[in-house]
């Protein structure tokens, strides 16, 4: 139990919240530099979720083409990697519970799921 246990324990306990505002940090596709955007985020079944509408955002295009990301949130900040998803089903569940009891949960959007080191 060194280190690298101590280190994975923080990271699952770090985000308890399903709904939270963490700032996500993807490197840019062209630059290579940091860029930082404050977005709503989903925790559901210990895996981070971030959506949107179309494909078209920097940071969702950043995310995809280098996948590894960090999240910043309560001062901390946790290291994982992206990937699309592609199961409509779960991509709906992920709508629901970013919006919950509001028109826009029904809306079809992309998201990426993140899992954490």
């Not at 860029?35 to 995809?64: C, T």
């Not at 910043?72 to 629901?96: C, R």
């Amino acid at each position: 139990m060194g280190l690298n246990y101590l280190t994975e324990e923080k990271s699952r306990m770090g985000i308890n919240e399903e709904r939270f505002r963490p700032i996500l940090i993807t490197k840019g596709r062209k630059t290579g530099k940091e860029h930082e955007v404050m977005l709503r985020a989903i925790k559901y079944k210990d895996k981070i979720y971030f959506s949107r509408h179309k494909p078209d955002g920097d940071w969702f295009q950043n995310a995809m083409v280098n996948p590894q990301i960090k999240i910043k949130y309560n001062g901390e900040i946790f290291v994982g990697n992206a990937k699309v998803i592609t199961d409509d089903k779960l991509n709906e569940k992920i709508s629901q519970l970013k919006y919950p009891g509001e028109k826009r949960s029904k809306e079809k959007r992309i998201a990426i799921e993140i899992t954490l080191d």
